[in-house]
């Protein structure tokens, strides 16, 4: 199994910004990804950014230029850096991380940190 231990959220001011972390632990495979989806009300959760153990980042076009992913895999640890925070990007924020091998991938989920953005 895998845990998952996310910090960081709260509320903030547009033009601000706020640091994610997610720690995870368990049966990690070596061929991995870690990142970030968010949920807002009435909306279906949609990807904000993701980092391969290879280090291969994608992120969504609306976060792109604000948010950065960072990851330190002696921790198993990644890191969402979010500048520049909009109205918009007011979610719950959850942490995934997939576990990779031939022919299966296994998605464990944080249990969501909320992020709010005020005017």
């Known amino acids: 199994q895998v845990q998952l231990v996310e910090s960081g959220g709260g509320l903030v001011q547009a033009g601000g910004s706020l640091r994610l972390s997610c720690a995870a632990s368990?049966?990690?495979?070596?061929?991995?990804?870690m990142g970030w989806y968010r949920q807002a009300p009435g909306k279906q959760r949609e990807l904000v950014a993701t980092?391969?153990?290879?280090?291969?980042?994608n992120y969504a076009d609306s976060v792109k230029g604000r948010f950065t992913l960072s990851r330190d895999n002696a921790e198993n640890t990644v890191y969402l850096q979010m500048n520049s925070l909009k109205l918009e990007d007011t979610a719950v924020y959850y942490c995934?991380?997939?576990?990779?091998?031939?022919?299966?991938?296994?998605?464990?989920w944080g249990q969501g940190t909320q992020v709010t953005v005020s005017s």
């Open positions: 995934q991380l997939e576990n990779m091998r031939p022919g299966a991938r296994f998605y464990y």
């Open positions: 368990g049966r990690i495979y070596s061929s991995n990804a």
């Open positions: 980092v391969t153990s290879g280090g291969t980042t």
